[in-house]
């Protein structure tokens, strides 16, 4: 009698001993690796597989992984169907007609499942933000050239105090520009720039005459509530749940790719042509990189060669170049 299997503490069926290979085999094991290992040629020492459970089956696939799938499943069954040598291998690896079926079925499935979009990332204020800023930088252009140019002429002190450093600009920048041209007039109208002390009359009569040329305050607070508007803030996005379409279309990615890992994978052990690889999606084609070409050599300097003495009645050249 052999020793209880090791690999279960309450066996205890008495097996006889053998005097095949098994038996050689076993005996040539120490009594350390019998304890870790176990012999593959009998099924009385063969631990059985663990049951598997639909917990193993289910892999976490990213969704970029899952999306792929469809079109990479398409181009392995169509491969497998356009070649007879590539069916005639995989049938030999263990791929019936009911695994290709289970395969094509599970394709169908995924793209039948209905796959909405859900909702943009986007919120009602951001909206608004962004066509506000939008607002202001077609705003700055036009009016900052406009009425720059009627203060140059009448109040060129005014002019040159409103548009120091600044000038029409795009995005952000039109937004932070309008924004200080709105509060250098408004520092002008109050008169609240102690720099000015001594010129609010004149000030205030630039900024009453800049409302004859519609920028009058009605014109202005426009315009500051774009710029709030532009500056923010925004609310954020509300939480979303999950669609029900969406983890239905999701649980039927992850079956379809399960089904293609296991065949895939099946399909590179067996199949070593790579051109058939190709077919099945599983391989790509090899760039090939082109030698860099030779560069022509650089011509030499001419040398002349002596000539050559000739017969009466030849031509005679000087020098031959080669």
């Known amino acids: 009698m052999v020793p209880p299997d090791p690999w279960s503490a309450d066996h205890a069926e008495p097996v006889e001993q053998k005097t095949d290979g098994c038996s050689a085999a076993r005996a040539q094991q120490s009594s350390s690796n019998r304890r870790n290992t176990h012999c593959s040629f009998c099924s009385h020492c063969r631990r059985p597989d663990p049951p598997v459970g639909r917990e193993e089956l289910s892999m976490d696939y990213s969704d970029e992984v899952l999306e792929t799938t469809p079109e990479r499943v398409t181009k392995f069954l169509t491969g497998l169907g356009a070649v007879a040598a590539i069916r005639t291998s995989m049938a030999g690896a263990g791929m019936t007609d009911d695994d290709i079926v289970e395969g094509r079925t599970l394709l169908l499935d995924v793209l039948a499942a209905p796959r909405k979009i859900g909702a943009p990332p986007d919120t009602d204020d951001a909206r608004a933000q962004r066509a506000a800023t939008g607002e202001l930088d077609q705003w700055d252009e036009p009016n900052f050239t406009r009425h720059g140019a009627a203060l140059r002429r009448r109040f060129p002190d005014v002019n040159a105090y409103v548009f120091k450093d600044l000038a029409p600009s795009t995005g952000t920048a039109a937004v932070q520009g309008v924004a200080t041209f709105l509060a250098r007039l408004d520092a002008l109208e109050n008169g609240t720039d102690p720099g000015r002390a001594g ?119 000087e020098t031959h170049i080669e």
């Open 199 to 317: 010129t609010k009359q004149s000030d205030k009569k630039a900024v009453a005459f800049l409302a004859t040329r519609s920028l009058d305050k009605a014109e202005r607070k426009r315009l500051q509530g774009l710029v709030d508007v532009a500056l923010g803030p925004t609310s954020p996005l509300p939480e979303q749940a999950e669609l029900p379409e969406t983890a239905r279309r999701r649980e039927a990615l992850a079956k379809l790719r399960s089904w293609f890992d296991e065949w895939s994978t099946t399909a590179r052990a067996v199949i070593k042509k790579r051109g058939y690889l190709i077919r099945l999606g599983l391989a790509s084609r090899k760039v090939r990189q082109r030698k860099p070409t030779a560069a022509p050599p650089k011509p030499g300097k001419p040398t002349a060669t002596p000539s050559q003495p000739t017969s009466p009645g030849e031509e005679t050249h």
